[in-house]
């Protein structure tokens, strides 16, 4: 009997490490499919035409399959956001954590996390039919689809992330230090800029590397509101074609095994690599600067 | 101290009770110990200045997030209140989708989303438990968590691409529930995996040690012990899950859902519309763009109503949860 529960016991524990394996194995499967479909594109098309050409015309004959206009509208789209996004989470975070009452706490907090499950095509909807007229009007500008606009909608979908890692990350930090701080005279300002800041920045690093790790992957925002043309942009009222825009728009017509299908998927492969890159950052940063109490000052 | 206290404090008290104390204990030394020159009623008075100043800043980057919630959801609300009849949640889009109303898509969203949860809920469980109550940390469980972390990560696009590649056309379901629920559940995976460590992680030890010390076996723990105290943490996570699942449109785009179908699906090989596609594909590709704008915003208020409904009832739900466990 004891022998058959341990068996029993034994056979459970392996079973559930093959189970919680199954996170690496599709993560796995993504990376190989994107390869397997996304590398026969560098037979037509050299790495390096295909990362720098400028041009992306992928159904004229012959075709341009360069994806540079893509990924400086990504980078650009995403930096703008942040520019947006970082200071407004952050300082949410921070208010949540150190100026807020518990109630207004209790009201706040629901409001980001709803913020956040606010699915994309709305935000990308709203962007459309309403910020874009709004846009148009106000800058005098031939399209109120395009990178500002995308920027914008975009902040507002990485705020959420920034603002509650953020925020774990501040509330983490002891007590004691805060304490220390006030003891010494300090205001609740000075406490707060000079002392919670940097002891949680490792965690607000994290919190912003990830926030814009989501701006960067996210589809249906830039792919509504972006404006869609597959250019470098001038100015920040150009329409812009971001990786996954291009990538959700030209699936549909592209014909599976073609070599438009395939260029798409390797756009997903760089796609993929800058957002794994982000990740990998934010994990080394989370891990290599743990806050480790007052030890992290 | 109190005692020792003598400016006047009416203005001070906006900050919190925290910074009125510490104020009053600045005062008083200033004002009682000789020897301490830490801070003139100048400078005192111009950082003073300076915290209100910027906690009006830290307040007003709050009140943006909530403004911005109320601006989207009121704007839609007003724009296509008029669109939610009866007709418009139990009819099917008729005349080229000009008319008519969304019932296809309201099922299809439905059967995504819990396909997706059926997939994920089970494998998302059984990996919390293993991280949670057998795993010591080490190489193993730091690479387990890269792996969730990394996937969390991963472009909905690329989810959208893999699903594509991988079930629909290697495994060769096509375009259809199954496909796009797979996809979608993949993605909501460390979600779940997310929610329910939180769920073991507050079960409290002496729960798990007064079952082994009556002589259950660890798996018995959890399964009567550990398992029924952290369900109602978990159906929070699957209800957020579930939430997600709904809302995304670029994992299901080349997945499960298509333009127009007027028929119910009947098997899990059927392809089906969906909300977020049915908003996209009426707001960009549409026959008559402006025409149905009306049917897109009710579509939206639907889809909205829907995806929130869900999470305020996990909000909640959790928060109920935590103050018990307090």
Redesign the interface.
Known sequence: MANR?QT??KS??T???I??????T??F??ML??F??GLPIFKTVSVKDFIFGKYWYPTSDPADFGIFPLIVASLVVTGLSGMIAI??GV??A???SE???YRVG?I?K??????A??????????G???VAPFLQKVFDIPTGLNMFNASLMLA?MS??TI?SISEDAIHSVPGALREAS??L?A????TIVRVVVPASLSGISTAVI?GL??A?????VV??VAGGAAMLPTSIFDPVRPM?AS??AE??EAP?GGEHYYA??AT?IV??VF??L???V??YIAHRFTQVGEASL | MNSLFVGPSSHRNE??A??TT??R??ES?SRTDPSFH??SPTYDRI??I??NF??F???A??A???I??LV?IY??VVNGWRAITWEFLTQPPMQSMTKGGILPCIVGTFALSFGAIIVALP?GI??A???T???RPGKVVR??R?????????????????G???FV??LNMGVSIAAGALTLG?MS??VI?GATEEALKSVPDTYREASLGLGA???QTIWRVVLPSAMPGILTGAI?GI??A?????PI??TGAVFFTPKLPTSIFNEVMAL??H??VL??AGTQIEKT?HL?YGT?IV??AL??GM??VA?VWR?RLRKRLK
């Open positions: 529960r029993t016991e459970m524990q079973m559930f490490f189970i919680a394996t199954a996170s690496i599709i993560l499967l993504i499919f994107l397997k479909e200071p407004l300082m949410t921070i208010y949540l100026i807020a009452s209790e706040v629901p409001i980001v996390e709803l913020l499950a606010l699915p994309s095509v709305v935000i990308g909807f709203f459309m039919v309403l507002f705020i959420p603002c006030v003891a005279g205001t609740q300002l000075q990830l790790s989501r960067v992957g996210e589809t249906m792919l509504m996954p990538i959700a699936m549909a599976v798409l998927f997903g796609l993929f957002t794994l982000f990740n990998i934010a994990d | 900050n919190g925290m910074a510490q104020e204990q600045v030394m830490g801070v950082r003073k300076k915290q910027f906690f800043l830290f307040r980057a709050a943006i997030n909530g911005a919630l989207i704007f839609m494998i059984a990996s438990i293993y991280l109550e057998y795993a690479l387990i890269l792996g969730i972390n990394n996937l969390a990560g991963v472009p909905s696009v690329v989810f959208g691409l893999f594509l590649a991988f056309v290697i993949a995976l460390p995996i076996t660890k798996w957020l939430s997600r709904a809302g995304e449109t670029a785009m080349f977020p596609y908003i996209y707001a960009t704008r897109q939206a889809l909205i995806v929130l999470n305020l909000i928060s």
